[in-house]
């Protein structure tokens, strides 16, 4: 009768809570990887080869509502329960990054993990890979947008065999849509493969200086870039390049006055805000025995950006 009075009294479920909270300290102290041994703490550095992350985003396009999550599964090792997951540095291990407004939300591995993607724990099918250790998904107009990867340690020399195929891969897709527009020239070819690099829509063909050769302006922006606001510029006559200029979000327009063009681009870093400065250049040929081997600047003009 006694120990039913006990365990049926007001008093047990709150020993009962105490219990279990020092039970919770006592794992996350575990997790976080500190052990007491008599008067010392050793603090271990243990990082996983291989671990899981995942953000989920809720709220379909605009909506700046997610959760993100790493873990990897204990190994036995000491340092996590075997068959236990172990939680991890969410910003650390798995961060999220979005565009404005919202329309693209990309998951990270850690610097220094190859990213897989998790299919059957993503919502949509065309999630594709950005970079060695990232993924990226268009948000769509649902509740529920989710990404999963699996982040893995590579060996050295894997890893850079890895992103070496990577590039090429991306790199070859770029070619077949934007050839034609570079007239398949041989030292564009080289260039994007050399440098992992996409052939901007912007990029065209014409003939400066009216000697019946075209030239190739030739724009480029970071294979599998998301933003792809960083850009470069190669104008090439026959396979030798003759002007180059990297920056962001250029445009190139072929000047009627004189054999040349005019070069527009922001000062700052994208996107720009009312009152953020733009430059415009004006560039003219140098014209040679053979034609054209340069461009020399010959203006520049400051203008702020107006949204009206």
């Known amino acids: 009768m006694k120990i039913s009075k006990i365990l049926y009294s007001p008093i047990f479920p709150v020993l009962l809570a105490s219990v279990l909270l020092i039970i919770g300290i006592y794992y996350e102290d575990f997790i976080s990887k500190n052990y007491n041994i008599g008067n010392s703490t050793i603090t271990s550095s243990f990082e996983p080869d291989v671990y899981d992350a995942t953000v989920i985003h809720v709220g379909g396009i605009g ?3 997610y959760t993100n999550r790493a873990y990897y599964i204990g190994d036995g090792s000491g340092i ?5 997951p172990v939680y991890l540095n969410k910003d650390v291990y798995a961060g999220v990054s979005f565009n404005t407004p919202f329309f693209l939300m990309t998951l ?3 610097d220094g993990y190859y990213a897989t993607l998790m299919p059957n724990q993503t919502s949509d099918i065309k999630t594709y890979k950005d970079t060695e250790d990232t993924f990226t998904a268009v948000i769509e107009e649902k509740v529920k947008n989710q990404i999963s990867i ?8 894997i890893k850079k065999m890895i992103i070496a195929e990577e590039c090429e891969r ?9 050839a034609s527009r570079v007239d398949s020239n041989k030292t564009v070819i080289e260039i994007v493969k050399n440098n992992c690099l996409w052939i901007s829509d912007s990029s065209f063909t014409t003939d400066f200086d009216g000697d019946g050769t075209k030239e190739v302006v030739l724009v480029t922006v970071g294979a599998g870039c998301v933003s792809c606001h960083a850009q470069e510029i190669h104008i090439i006559k026959d396979d030798k390049v003759i002007f180059y200029q990297d920056g962001s979000d250029f445009i190139i327009k072929q000047e009627k006055d004189f054999v040349g063009f005019t070069l527009q681009h922001p000062v700052t870093s994208l996107p720009p805000d009312p009152g953020d400065e733009y430059v415009i250049e004006s560039y003219k040929a140098k014209i040679g ?3 054209i081997d340069g ?11 107006d949204f009206k």
Request: hydrophobic share 20%; aromatic share 8%.
């Open 108 to 110: 990270s591995c850690k």
């Open 295 to 305: 461009f020399d600047k010959i203006s520049e003009e400051r203008k702020q950006y």
């Open 150 to 157: 699996q982040c893995e340690k590579p060996i050295p020399h």
């Open 170 to 178: 991306i790199v070859k897709s770029g070619l077949e849509r934007s």
């Open 289 to 291: 025995a053979d034609g």
């Open 63 to 65: 909506s700046d509502i």
């Open 80 to 84: 996590g329960q075997e068959g236990w």
